[in-house]
């Protein structure tokens, strides 16, 4: 970031892009989701992180987290990310699933 003449640059295709403000990605802690009809729908549970250890498999449907509405991807992404920030981890968190279940 560059902030000479009052201007700021941004990096592009970087986690830190602004140098101050950091987005958080739930890939990063093994977990990829998008948009379903009651929550979000999991498309990736990286093997040996948190929410694979917990069972949760592609296609799940996550409803909620620690007690919370995750109706969409943001909302997800909210919620989990407050949970780190408060130094809760991951090792303990409390995710409400739909599980289709296999014909």
């Known amino acids: 970031m560059s902030t000479e003449d009052n201007t700021v640059k941004v990096k ?12 958080f990605d739930p890939s990063r802690v093994g977990v990829t989701v998008e948009a379903a009809a009651a929550g979000v729908k999991v498309t990736k549970a990286e093997e040996g992180k948190s929410f694979a250890r ?15 509405e995750a109706n969409t991807p943001e909302t997800f992404r909210r919620l989990l990310r407050t949970k780190l920030k408060a130094g809760g981890g991951l090792s303990k968190f409390a995710a409400r699933v739909a599980r289709l279940k296999s014909r």
């Open 12 to 23: 592009e295709k970087e986690a830190d892009p602004l140098g101050f403000v950091k987005f």
């Open 54 to 68: 917990a069972g949760l498999k592609v296609i799940d449907v996550i409803v909620g987290l620690d007690g919370k």
